[in-house]
């Protein structure tokens, strides 16, 4: 992904630091407030935003303020919704922080205790849904990995263009969990898979709703197949094949040679019962 170097360097150099602060904070089990804090400052030395400037505590939605939100001129980037560092990250709060995100049109959400961020993609439709896009532990983070570089670049300041979140959204839908669970129960991949035990298999007769049943319910873990984030990795990859699908037949009809025609239509002459008009 096209993540400037800048962003990169000052990731790599300042994670180990942060890294440091989170396992002192874990160890002292600080509040929610003080959690709010660190997250603050990681935006700033991390991400590259500008402290009291475009990180603000004091975005409010219907009455209530949101923890953090990242405000760039006259655009709120995402917002971030914080719990203690010793609070495990619960549906409950993923409910909330979504519910902000959609209030205000904001696309992006990220839920976070400091040592967990997870970032969410809100889909505008009816009813709203939400897509789990990344989920980084920072205590276990290796500051080279790509995944971390990736899903950390993106909402940097350098980073962050809907174009580029666009990209990322997509990249890992093509490689998550629920993406390719949904991609191995599809038709296709069950028909391949059935071909190929058949050649391994020949004389042993193959259903292939017993084997659709046999990955799901076996060879997959349910939490990949059930659930509201799987059934939306349904319907998301459904719908990505379908605009795949369109984008493909759209090329196919621009790149087919058009039928010549005459270049000056009115120098063709009339014809009349088989014969020439007269001009």
């Given amino acids: 992904m096209g993540i400037p170097k800048r962003a990169l360097d000052r990731i790599t150099a300042n994670l180990k630091k942060y ?8 160890n002292r089990d600080i509040s929610e407030s ?38 760039v001129d006259d655009d709120v980037r995402f917002l971030v919704e914080a719990k203690a560092i010793g609070s495990e990250l619960k549906d409950a709060h993923v409910k909330q922080a979504v519910d902000y995100g959609a209030n ?33 532990d920072l205590l276990k983070a290796n500051a080279r990995s790509g995944e971390v570089l990736d899903c950390l670049g993106s909402l940097s300041r350098e980073g ?10 997509q990249q890992q839908q093509a490689t998550g ?9 599809s038709e296709p991949v069950i028909q391949a898979a059935r071909r190929q035990l058949r050649q391994i298999f020949p004389s042993v007769r193959i259903d292939p709703d ?16 059930d659930g509201a984030d799987a059934q939306l990795a349904q319907e998301d990859l459904k719908r990505t094949a379908r605009a795949a699908a369109r984008a493909r037949t759209k090329a196919k009809e621009d790149s087919a040679p058009a039928i010549p025609g005459p270049a000056n239509p009115a120098a063709v002459p ?10």
């Avoid at 959400?109 to 505008?124: A, C, D, E, Q, T």
């Avoid at 017993?210 to 197949?225: A, F, G, P």
């Fill in 177 to 185: 969990k629920f993406s390719v669970a949904a991609v191995l129960l």
């Fill in 160 to 169: 962050f263009t809907k174009s580029s979140m666009t990209e990322f959204f």
């Fill in 104 to 136: 205000q049109g904001i696309e992006w959400v990220i839920l976070s205790n400091g040592r967990i961020w997870r970032v969410y993609k809100i889909h505008f439709q009816q009813p709203i849904e939400k897509s789990l896009v990344a989920e980084l």
């Fill in 19 to 26: 890294q440091t602060i989170l396992s002192d904070a874990h």
């Fill in 34 to 71: 003080d959690t709010v804090v660190i997250i603050g400052d990681m935006l700033c030395d991390l991400l590259g935003y500008r402290k009291y400037v475009e990180i603000t505590t004091e975005f409010a939605i219907r009455g209530t303020f949101v923890d953090l939100a990242v405000k």
């Fill in 270 to 279: 009339h014809v009349a019962n088989g014969k020439p008009a007269n001009p």
């Fill in 210 to 225: 017993v084997l659709e049943s046999v990955i799901k319910n076996e060879v997959l873990k349910r939490e990949l197949v």
